[in-house]
């Protein structure tokens, strides 16, 4: 475990316990990569990763590799400590980033958005995706900040 850091939520899993439906996403995040998953048959993105498409009810996904930016959709400042092992990270932001090469097509994700002034974040904000390697099994999501974007 990584040793508390404000800003940063801590990771509460150490192993994703992927399944079939989820494995790929978790083994590129080991690489560093985003992929996620494209419904062949009406290329709605199905974030987080399901069996069926919400759509069309499809089956089979072909998973995309995504650039890893992004724009903050929305986000929330976590202020108050709601439970003792966060005391020490408050203040956190966490956000739903709707994520390049996805637009109008469904993908959007919630993560902790990091390596930033909580204060300064608006939403429309360019962010990239930056991989929190909690153990050797796990690579955690986060977004920070576009250098040169805010
Ligand atoms: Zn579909």
Known sequence: MTESTVG????????????????????????????APRCVRCATF?????????????????WTDLPGTGTIF???IVRHALAAMLAEVVPYASGIIELDGTQG????????I??????????GD???????????SMAVPRFRPRPGTV
């Open 74 to 76: 929305s986000f929330t």
């Open 126 to 136: 360019r962010v990239e995706i930056v991989w929190d390697r909690v153990t050797e």
């Open 105 to 112: 097509a469904g993908a959007r994700m919630i993560a902790n």
């Open 8 to 35: 940063v939520f801590p990771a509460i899993l150490t192993d994703p316990h992927a399944d079939d439906a989820t494995r790929p996403f978790w083994d590129a995040a080991l690489e560093g990569r985003l992929v």
């Open 114 to 123: 990091v390596d930033c002034d909580v204060d300064a974040l608006r939403i």
């Open 46 to 62: 199905r974030l987080p990763p399901s069996p069926f498409c919400f759509v069309c009810q499809a089956r089979d996904v072909e």
